[in-house]
């Protein structure tokens, strides 16, 4: 594990992982909603707007996971000060954000149909935009300390704190009586049909590769800058 | 008293730190149980009777073969249950799409001292099951041969 904190092990493997993730993410992702959008049958009540299913709840589930990945960052930058580790919680942000958004438009556009309604202040739909806010919040945060050159743990944090945000959000259905559905897959059991079940899990692995993608391509990008930013100040040391 | 190496110090704050805000949020949802529910069940209703003068939300089961429509054509009127209680709901306007008997239902509306809750806005509640069409009509196609086994005897 410490292997990869070092950047350099870590650019190697992130070199060829880069393309190979978006790649592989965009090619399951297009099939996956190819299948979902086109082949799949229609839901008993809801008709065709089901088929925002495949692209509402893996946004959903990266919004969530983005933040997790943000927190459990942040815990080993702020722990054991590994340097990768702030760099790979600031690259996951702004994807994070990408897809908390997409989840609350696409659910947002189901509801007109469904519910009858764009907007619901319920548990669920409340949580996942301050979860949105949170995002916004953070990535504002990461920019002005790193602006003023103040410490990247303040950022840190801030995303430590922020995940009290993921259960909630989770448990918000269950909880508290809400309009959004209760969790329709659940340890061991769904209820979802295999027809439906089926292209969801695969748009789910394709969208999950793609935020890999990203974040790994937003880490390199990062540190690319760290070193060009070193490589300028002993330039300007050696001419002056 | 055992020293700790500054790095288990901070693993040690850290996680302290995570199981007070966890415990935090815990209790906040708790507080909230009530006030962060989006609707009354029958059951409650029934037994907070929220004043007339109060716009509430009542959700939960349309009751399967209580949905009528009224002599004045456009009223609609059914029962809503939760298996505790059960509120009849009067409706005046268009119905969402999903709102069929059997289903959930959040209607918007005031609680009558009648015990007939007037609804003003319906929103159809759609539960966690995902079916297609042709599935659901194979479960239809199921039930008739065991009502006929039924009515036949």
Redesign the interface.
């Known amino acids: 594990m410490h292997g990869f904190a070092n950047p350099r092990r870590f650019l190697s493997l992130a070199r060829w992982l880069t393309p190979l993730l978006l790649a592989g993410g965009l090619l399951i992702t297009s099939a996956a909603l190819w299948w979902g959008l086109t082949q799949?049958?229609?839901?008993?009540?809801?008709?065709e707007t089901?088929r925002i299913?495949f692209i509402h709840v893996p946004a959903a589930w990266l919004g969530m996971a983005g933040w997790s990945a943000i927190a459990i960052a942040s815990?080993v930058h702020?722990?054991?000060?590994h340097p990768l580790a702030a760099i790979a919680a600031r690259a996951a942000a702004a994807p994070g954000m990408f897809f908390t958004a997409i989840c609350l438009a696409t659910g947002s556009i189901w509801g007109r149909?469904?519910?009858?309604?764009w907007w619901?202040?319920?548990?669920r739909l409340t949580s996942m935009l301050v979860l949105l806010f949170l995002y916004v919040a953070y990535i504002a945060l990461a920019q002005a300390t790193e602006r003023e050159g103040a410490s990247s743990r303040i950022p840190a944090i801030f995303g430590?704190?922020g995940?009290?945000n993921i259960?909630?959000i989770n448990?918000s259905v269950v909880?508290?009586?809400?309009?959004h559905?209760?969790?329709?897959i659940t340890l061991g059991k769904s209820?979802?049909?295999p027809?439906?079940m089926w292209p969801l899990m695969v748009a789910t692995l394709g969208f999950s590769l793609i935020f890999g993608g990203i974040v790994l391509a937003r880490m390199r990008a990062i540190l690319a800058d760290i070193q060009a930013d070193g490589r300028l100040r002993r330039r300007a040391m050696e001419t002056a | 008293m055992i020293r700790l190496k500054p790095?288990d110090q901070?693993?040690v704050l850290?996680v302290v730190?995570?199981a007070a805000?966890?415990g935090?949020?815990l209790l906040a949802?708790w507080a909230?149980?009530n006030t962060?529910?989006?609707?009354y069940?029958p059951s409650e209703i029934v037994s907070e009777r929220p004043g007339p003068d109060r716009s509430v939300r009542l959700?939960g089961m349309v009751e399967d073969g209580s949905l009528r429509t009224l002599e004045d054509g456009i009223t609609v009127a059914f029962v809503v249950a939760d298996g505790k209680a059960r509120v009849p709901v009067l409706f005046k306007g268009l119905l969402?799409?999903?709102f069929?008997e059997g289903?959930g239902v959040?209607a918007e509306g005031r609680y009558g001292k009648d015990g007939t809750f007037k609804a003003e806005?319906?929103?159809?509640?759609?539960?966690?099951?995902?079916?297609?069409?042709?599935?659901?009509d194979m479960q239809q196609h199921k039930a008739p041969p065991s009502l006929q086994e039924t009515s036949t005897q």
């Open positions: 799949v049958p229609p839901d008993r009540l809801m008709g089901v299913l815990l702020l722990v054991w000060r149909p469904a519910w009858g309604k619901v202040w319920d548990g430590l704190i995940v009290i259960p909630i448990r909880w508290w009586n809400s309009l559905q209760p969790p329709s209820a979802i049909a027809e439906f | 790095k901070r693993l850290a730190a995570l805000l966890i935090a949020g949802a909230l149980r962060a529910s989006l609707f069940v959700g969402p799409d999903l069929v289903s959040v806005e319906l929103l159809a509640k759609h539960d966690e099951n995902y079916v297609p069409r042709e599935l659901q």
